[in-house]
């Protein structure tokens, strides 16, 4: 059984801390209206489409998984402009909520997902106390990634995924 990616949209994919007037190199933009949007103008979105294929590279050593709000809106909006298959997804029982011990809300959720596999997360809010509460919770190999989300994903976040899946 392959270890799983878990995936963030908006900070790892979608470098919505960049500034708003001018968008990051090698990014096109994306006009989106997800079910949960309720403003008039859609949703910009700024995706690298050269992630999509850096991910498809990386499954073959990972389980490819959506960790993000999006949910399943992942796979409409976002798989497709990155040439991306449907993905699996996380289904947060309650977004935003409480959590353990000041961690980020995903943290235990994700935990959850894993269920004792071994897994790389790739995310902007994650923190020391995240990184503490699955050194202390989660058994299996765990890799959390913390992205800036002024920046997105880079060539170097790329290699530490395929380094330590190597590792494994």
């Given amino acids: 059984m392959k270890p799983l990616l878990l995936i963030d949209v908006d900070g790892p994919l979608n470098p919505y801390g960049a500034k708003p007037e001018r968008r990051p190199a090698g990014y096109t933009t994306h006009r989106m209206r997800p079910e949960g949007w309720r403003e008039k103008k ?45 993905l699996p997804y996380i289904d947060w029982p309650v977004m935003h909520g409480r959590s353990p011990r000041g961690t980020f809300w995903k943290t235990r959720y994700v935990l959850d997902y894993a269920a004792g596999r071994p897994f790389a997360w790739v995310d902007d809010e994650i923190t020391e106390l995240d990184r503490e509460f699955v050194e202390q919770k989660h058994l299996a190999a765990a890799l959390l990634l913390r992205i800036d989300h002024r920046i997105g994903l880079t060539g170097p976040d790329f290699v530490a995924l395929e380094e330590w899946v190597a590792a494994l």
């Fill in 42 to 86: 859609p949703l910009r979105v700024w995706l690298n489409p050269g992630h999509g294929g850096e991910l498809l590279l990386l499954a073959d050593r990972f389980e490819l998984v959506w960790a993000t709000t999006w949910k399943g809106e992942a796979n409409r909006w976002l798989a497709p402009p990155l040439g991306l298959p449907e």
